[in-house]
């Protein structure tokens, strides 16, 4: 339910998910982003994750902080349930929704302001509790809703609109994660659907943290020359370390692929990921690994994309905690309450 | 104040912290307390680990009162570094034990005050072998050096030992030689028992001697919470580890022996409070106990809970502020900063149990009220509730009890239901009906702390925003009908009344008791909640004078009342004790008649 | 409420933003201004980058009231989106102009309105080449339109394009066809001047137009801050952009032109405040901007700051509440999270200007006020005040002003001392000595947030501590004699009276105005600071009835006069404005009428 | 000045540095911290480092947060300025002080908790600004002041003293500082003055924030059998990966040392940083490496000391700010205010 909503139009022969739902009931209320923002096109791309994975919507829980990026959980999934927290703190209410019902898809959507400064702490915390849900940041460099100040993850030399370069050296979410012991790492660009997909899809189905940093230009404060996040500047430096195919739980579909070079593993939730690497001596397996060709890469002015780190075998953090499976929201409050008896029989410890 | 008299006198103990003192002086207690005579213990501890002064006072009367009696008829000087405050401190008349195995230059004595030395290193020192043990029993011997003295019940320790170390049987033998060493030395030198003694009575049948922060926790167990989230901080810690420690023993699942609880140390209070909202926004009964810091460190997150409408509990277990300010003293200096915490138009409801029996029922109460209204309940509580031990009655439960979870839509309703609205005041009474993620498709809606309109839509429209925050002020009024009532004493006869709140309550019993004997009856009410209701005003209507009651400087319940009420402010005459001791009856009974005296009061 | 006339009116420019609109109702505002005639813009827009509807209101107004009317005399309604709502938001008997370049279905009509069509678009399309300037040159066109329906002086409309535009001879052209282009065409097409217009006079002559952002940072520029951590938040980012941009060009060092300031961006509002704290402590004049929710996080650190007793200053430009609330939108719904911020017993010196020429006045006042009272001082804007166009007096300064910077010990003074002792109180108003890190040897201390005694020392123990806090309210004492005195207009003669604070004083001073003419006239006290001094309550006291007037729901001031002076709450009576529009003076004197006539004010 | 004050005896011949002062004069107030505390070493350590460094007590300032660590601020340098602030938020107070005068040696101490936890987002904050500061962590893995709980540096299997051992995976402050841009990377170990003490002279005269991180055992409630933090463990578990001298400013000590595999570096504020490899290719100027052997030695049970990580170049915050060096706390109030003629024209503008 929402107030502002798109007037949806389903065409009769609308494609349909298993659910028999179309795209159209995936999306949310009319978007009040900047014309060309790249955060409309990542709302774009989860739709269209929702959809093919077949999520019932009300099973769906969407978080977000405050910020440009933060607003887009209202404008997909009109059908599941929204939280637009507070800045910087939506990893927390994630981890109380989810110890409250650990059977629920979540998907937190943050900024590179909200995550990387104010939400420094809570992000680093979420991903060492390996809370299994999908985390992305949209990073386009600045503070877009508060009008273009810089964000933690300039470059160092990038412009501002008006005034001086950045001097401060921008914080990677990728180094971080992997240094904190993220078991879910990519990064890619919202001009890239055909990579963004497969790699939210592989995200939402692992079992933990999936940390996906996309970056997401801001068309209005930190798209223009000079800057290191505008469109241009980002489809010049990307490169992908891996291509990333997610193919579904019991597909029918073959996947030809050379068996030499590349990986494949099982998601937890369901289906798996092929990962094609275009590096040499790089395995997605291994951190040092990774730190390494993000570092050499970064140091040539070249941005990795791709998923860039993947441990599917680390317990999450429901499992390390040993909660029960079903939803402690759905335990009978007769399990719950110990009763007369044992309260009387416990008291005499005290007696 | 009074001369102590048969199970009436208080005994300090002086120790130095880290040295397994606790142990002894809880026996010590427990004994008492199995003799049938009412007690309480007070622990005065250092903020740090090992090696500073730390006193546990306990206090034996036979009307049981629960504050500390602010007087010392037997001290138990362990503690070198603090003799002299210690010797100072006991009230003429009574009496100081000391370690006498060295001899002690300058060992300072007074007049009015009886000197026992016993030479307790010296005497576990020949009998026991470890340095561990000898410490410890020196603390064992003092204990058998009371019972001498206050002519207590060896058997009553004796049982209490075999209780304590159950199969442990060379701790039992190396206590029991310990207490009989004290006991006999003391009935060899000096005149046993004193003037006043312990005597076996009954008025403990149906009492049990526990912690508030344990009482709260098993009011969470039983209240049916499920999730947890806190940052450890003093005097709140105990809290959560008393909950787990509960839920480790009564929260298993059948089947898979896997918990049907999640307990989350959160990286600091602001994630912890952001976790209890997001369970209880997910339907979980969520809490998170905390302390001052902690409060300050959450008014963003609490203002979110109060305008999204999402229900939690805080407990704040209150300490001696500003700042850091005193960790390990006790305050009520937090009651303005829950009622309204966070920025703009935002308040809050709130619990005030007075002892760790009302820690209980409240603390299940808040659950229900979250849940009832929709929006974070605090549970104040203090270090001296929390962290002291009292003696309160047996706590009952009914297993008929139903949890209240509030308007929550089922399946059934949703199913008929058209669209649902989530901000919509169908009943008028201020409280909109809610869904739970995950259970129905029609249930989602878009919780956020910006403006919302009353269908859960996103506005900017001036009229649209005040809309819903008026609705929340209807919310309100509700609440005053939801929470609990004032307690209230009451007499036409009297004209003058206290109003009071938390753990001053006990201090508060003795002083009118003493106060009436002299003539003086004041009336009494205790306020268990904010916002207050119809009843605290009337009571301030119905006396010429009032006086307000409180552990904190700045007289924080008296602005409430001033501003929460349209009581006359002229009546309310606040009294303030806020130097991180828990408040004496005797200081209240100074004050009020200083006023009276002054004919300031009626 | 009164018809429009000469130089009284109110034009509104219903606009999509980021479609450049603001250089143009710029543009009109200034150029009224010039004209002479006291005016005001407000700007309402949306909490969004692009595309949504904003607003820009400018009214002129003879007497220069600077409060909205709250009427509209003449919509330029640009905006399809919101054309329905503007229309009918236009006074009866006003005027609306649209672009009718392109035949809308459903154009909505009102008989008491005269719509005019203008085909902006259209004449702008067939001139300009690029998308951007056809954009940008309709809405100079429609100031072409209101400088002819208003008869408006249209050389100054052209200097005023000369000095914004300088060298880019380009725009001057462009603009000029654009302004030429509107004026003509409402010339040949309707009839003007209107019955009310622009009619050139002296009113404004020693007048600036600002806003109060601007004027902030021009007071923190003045009184010699070095040092400014904030994190991004509206309604206060545009302060520390004014204050960037004034170092800029007024704090280079003339030597190595490097900067004499230092400007951190924080990683959020915790560390904001923890630095202005550091560099307080350090000696620095430090502060930090912030609205809100920024206040809710920096609790903490406010309370540290109080009872450390660091001085800095934090600026509040407040928003609409609670949560996130709107946050483009205004209100006063701070004012009880700064006087009280923090858990303890807090509480902190606040200072609230009416407009932005005492937020530069006050700015500069409380970095005396930080440093003469070694505490945290707020200064409470809103986004009004700060983010809005206000005609002031021309701001001055006295050059041979000399910083307060209360009792720091200088060199020769600690040259003298035995030994230096921080919290010790020497002169008994509650104010202590310090001195900065790194000058002198002797000037050592150790600064904490936990309990410290007179000497600086750590302490657990009761007294210690009870003093320490005491003397802080010895200090608070003191600090009413510091602070401004509120402004009061004050007649025997009246026996009702208002209260208020901060931006309510221009729809207070209309009240007035219009309630004398009726026969009814009221005393007027303005609080300018916290904490309150005599005179607030002496003002009660002469009044039978006072009307307290803010811009909150819960009447925050309301109740900090009840419980901050011993003046009868039952004279007060609150009256409050809290959807997020500045008040209007319309609004005030009809609930003020209601009281009176239903007979509840004397 | 400080309360109680411990009893100062100096004797007669006591050593004495340059500026005439003996180690006495460097001590505290009497630590109130357990017997056994490696806390209490490591401020044995630094009173070593201020005496040896001849740094005037008073313009030296030393900041901590809350914590039993934190409390070791008071039990050093009685005659600087100390400031023991709120938990996890040194950080920001060391960066305003720091603004305010930058000549001042600034040494921050911090526990596990105090860093990793609550302060995770002003720590890397700091980093990220090159602070000229010491950051010390006093590193034992657990809460101790309030008695006992995990820290978000706890190992993997580390047992509490009661209850069951920890899940979650640990956070190393060295990986996440170097991932975040540190440019002085050092691990020491309590136990280890002769490690500790050329460290902390290092890292107090290196130009940017230089992270300490210390094991510090504490001995009351992580100093079991099972714990990884304990002194046995930590002892046997060390590796040095480096040899770390630090050489005096104008020292006419000749250094004896292998060319070959060792790395001098001059610092800052003074002196210079003998490094002798026992690592082989390794090299602490390189980001990657120093991250690949820290974790190698984790995947091996062994905990990496030394310094390992150091980069001298990179401009500290002030320089990146363009601050003025003169101290802004001193800058006459006529240079700061611009008076009333420059009012009166600015004023133009508004008209
Ligand atoms: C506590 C708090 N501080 C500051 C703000 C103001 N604020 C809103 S969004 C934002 C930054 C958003 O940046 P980012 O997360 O990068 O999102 P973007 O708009 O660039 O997508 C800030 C500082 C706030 N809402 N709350
Ligand atoms: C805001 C806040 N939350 C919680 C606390 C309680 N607290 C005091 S010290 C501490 C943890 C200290 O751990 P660490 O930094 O590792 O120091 P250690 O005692 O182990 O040296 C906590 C949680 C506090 N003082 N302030
Ligand atoms: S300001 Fe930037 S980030 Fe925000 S909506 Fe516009 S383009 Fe997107
Ligand atoms: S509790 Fe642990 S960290 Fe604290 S002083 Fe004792 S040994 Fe040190
Ligand atoms: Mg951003
Ligand atoms: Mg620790």
Redesign the pocket.
């Known amino acids: 339910m929402s107030y502002i909503k798109k007037p949806k139009i389903i065409r009769e022969n609308a494609l349909r998910n298993k659910l028999g739902m179309t795209l159209t009931d995936y999306e949310g209320v009319m978007s009040t982003l900047c014309a060309g923002c790249g955060?409309d096109s990542i709302t774009g791309a989860i739709i269209q994750t929702v959809f093919d994975l077949n999520i019932e919507p009300h099973r769906l829980i969407k978080l977000s902080?405050?910020?440009?990026?933060?607003k887009t959980p209202a404008y997909f999934a009109s059908q599941s349930h929204g939280f637009n927290s507070?800045?910087?703190r939506m990893p927390s209410v994630a981890t109380g929704a989810h110890s409250a019902n650990s059977e629920l898809f979540c998907i937190g959507v943050?900024?590179?302001?909200?995550?990387l400064s104010?939400g420094m702490g809570q992000f680093t915390h979420a991903i060492r509790r390996n809370l299994n849900m999908l985390y992305v940041i949209?990073n386009?460099g600045?503070?877009?809703?508060?009008k273009g100040q810089f964000?933690a993850s300039a470059d160092v030399g990038s412009t501002a609109k008006k005034g001086a370069p950045n001097v401060q050296i921008p914080i990677d979410p990728c180094q971080v994660a992997i240094s904190i012991g993220a078991t879910f790492v990519a990064r890619s660009f919202s001009g890239d659907k055909d990579q963004l997909v497969p790699l939210l899809k592989a995200g939402l189905m692992h079992r933990g943290f999936a940390m996906l940093d996309v970056i997401s230009p801001?068309v209005t404060f930190n798209d223009h020359e000079g800057s290191t996040k505008s469109y241009l500047s980002t489809r010049e430096s990307k490169r992908e370390a891996l291509y990333t195919d997610y193919i579904e739980p019991f597909s029918e579909i073959e996947v030809d692929y050379d068996q030499g070079s590349s990986i494949e593993v099982d998601l937890h939730e369901g289906g798996k990921v092929i990962l094609r690497k275009a590096e040499k001596e790089f395995s997605p397996l291994n951190k040092s690994d990774s730190i390494r060709i993000i570092r050499e890469a970064a140091d040539e002015g070249e941005m990795l994309t791709g998923l860039l780190y993947i441990d599917e075998n680390t317990p999450d953090f429901t499992e390390m905690e040993n909660t029960v499976k079903k939803p402690l929201n759905e335990i009978p409050f007769g399990d719950l309450c110990p009763g007369s008896k044992t309260l009387t029989s416990l008291q005499k410890n005290y007696k | 104040m009074s001369k102590p008299s048969h199970n009436n006198f208080t005994v300090k103990f002086a120790n130095v912290n880290g040295t397994g003192s606790s142990s002894a002086n809880g026996m010590f207690m427990k004994s008492i307390f199995r003799m049938g005579i009412p007690v309480v213990g007070k622990n005065y501890f250092p903020s740090n680990i090992q090696g500073l002064p730390t006193w546990y006072e306990i206090r034996a009367s036979e009307k049981g009162y629960l504050s500390p009696s602010g007087t010392v008829d037997i001290m138990v000087a362990m503690n070198a570094q603090t003799y002299a405050e210690d010797l100072a401190s006991v009230e003429p008349g009574g009496y100081l034990i000391y370690d006498s195995s060295w001899p002690r230059k300058e060992l300072m004595t007074r007049e009015d005050v009886t000197v026992l030395g016993v030479p307790l290193a010296r005497i576990c020192n020949e009998k026991f072998d470890t340095a561990r043990s000898r410490t410890l029993m020196k603390n064992t011997a003092y204990v058998g050096v009371l019972a001498a003295l206050l002519d207590m019940d060896v058997a009553v320790i004796e049982q209490l030992l075999l209780d304590t170390f159950g199969a442990k049987k060379h701790l039992i033998d190396a206590n029991k030689i310990a207490l009989d060493m004290g006991f006999d030395y003391a009935k060899e030198n000096f005149k046993c028992p004193l003037s006043f003694s312990a005597q076996t009575t009954n008025k403990t049948d149906g009492h049990i001697i526990i912690d508030g922060n344990a009482t709260a926790a098993l009011g969470c167990v039983f209240a049916g919470a499920t999730v947890g989230s806190w940052y450890p901080i003093t005097p709140s810690t105990s809290l959560m580890d008393a909950f787990s420690g509960y839920c480790q023993s009564l929260r298993k699942d059948k089947e898979t022996e896997k918990n049907n609880y999640s307990i989350i140390q959160a990286e600091d209070e602001l994630a912890a409070i952001g976790m209890a909202l997001g369970a209880g926004w997910n339907g979980a009964r969520s809490f998170t106990p905390t302390s001052g810091p902690g409060i300050s460190l959450m008014g963003?997150f609490l203002g979110f809970g109060y305008y999204a409408e999402i229900p939690t509990v805080v407990f704040d277990v209150q300490r001696t502020g500003p700042s850091t300010g005193m960790p390990t003293r006790t305050q009520q200096c937090d009651i303005m900063a829950c009622a309204y915490a966070s920025h703009g138009d935002t308040k809050h409801v709130c619990l005030y149990p007075a002892n760790p029996e009302e820690a209980f029922y409240l603390s299940t109460e808040a659950f229900n009220l979250a849940e009832q209204l929709q929006t974070p309940v605090f549970v104040l509580s203090d270090l001296d509730i929390g962290m002291n031990d009292w003696m309160v009655k047996d706590l009952e439960w009914e297993d008929g009890y139903e949890p209240k979870r509030g308007k929550v839509l089922g399946k059934e309703e949703l199913d008929e239901m058209e669209t649902f609205y989530r901000y919509l005041d169908v009943d008028g009474d201020g409280i909109t009906y809610r869904t739970i993620p995950g259970r129905h498709p029609k249930g989602a809606y878009f919780t956020r702390g910006s403006g919302h309109n009353r269908l859960g839509g996103y506005t900017e429209n001036a009229s649209d925003y005040q809309d819903v925050v008026d609705r929340l002020l209807v919310k309100w009024e509700t609440a005053k009908t939801l929470v609990p009532q004032p307690e209230i004493s009451y007499s036409k006869k009297n004209k003058i009344g206290i109003i009071s709140i938390g753990s001053c309550n006990d201090a508060i019993r003795e002083t009118r008791d003493v106060l009436k004997k002299q003539g003086q009856a004041l009336n009494y009410l205790r306020v268990k909640a904010f916002p207050f209701n119809d009843k605290v005003e009337t009571f301030i209507t119905q006396h010429e004078q009032v006086f307000v009651i409180e552990q904190n400087r700045d007289g924080q319940l008296h602005h409430m009342l001033i501003t929460e009420t349209n009581a006359d402010p002229k009546k309310l005459k606040s009294l303030r004790f806020y130097n991180g001791i828990p408040i004496f009856a005797k200081d209240i009974i100074q004050q009020i008649e200083e006023e009276i005296n002054s004919g300031k009061a009626a």
């Open positions: 955060h902080g405050i910020g440009c990026s933060s507070v800045h910087g943050s900024g590179d302001g909200d995550t104010i949209e386009n600045v503070y877009g809703l508060t964000s801001c | 963003e």
